[in-house]
């Protein structure tokens, strides 16, 4: 992933803070591209995400999905045991954001899962 979109991503977390954001990372005809996403996880904004599927639908009207992003706005630079098996189920790797860290990481899906 390119540093624009990575920088994108942790404006977005720090835009959205204390809530987690949450985006996708696209591969388009003119490169990657950061396209952030409502999180929908009403009530529970602060600790989880949920992708409003408008969202990402409208990502992937735009181009390959190659990334989901979402951030931990208590800047634990650590995948959930959730993340890790989300991350396996759809097979798209996962970015994380700490917004006050300025940093990312990523897990990639195990290809068995």
Do not use: W
Not at 44 to 59: H, Q, R, V, W, Y
């Amino acid at each position: 992933m390119n540093e624009i979109c990575k920088a994108q991503a942790i404006i977005h977390a720090k835009e959205e803070a204390p809530k987690e954001c949450c985006g996708l990372f696209l591969k388009t005809e003119s490169g990657y591209e950061y396209h952030r996403c409502e999180n929908v996880a009403n009530g529970f904004e602060t600790n989880s995400f949920l992708i409003n599927p408008f969202d990402f639908a409208d990502g992937e009207d735009k181009g390959e999905v190659v990334g989901i992003v979402h951030s931990h706005p208590q800047n634990i630079l650590k995948f959930s045991e959730e993340d890790i098996v989300s991350c396996n189920a759809i097979q798209i790797p996962f970015y994380l954001v700490c917004p006050d860290l300025d940093k990312m990481i990523v897990i990639k899906p195990k290809e068995d899962a």
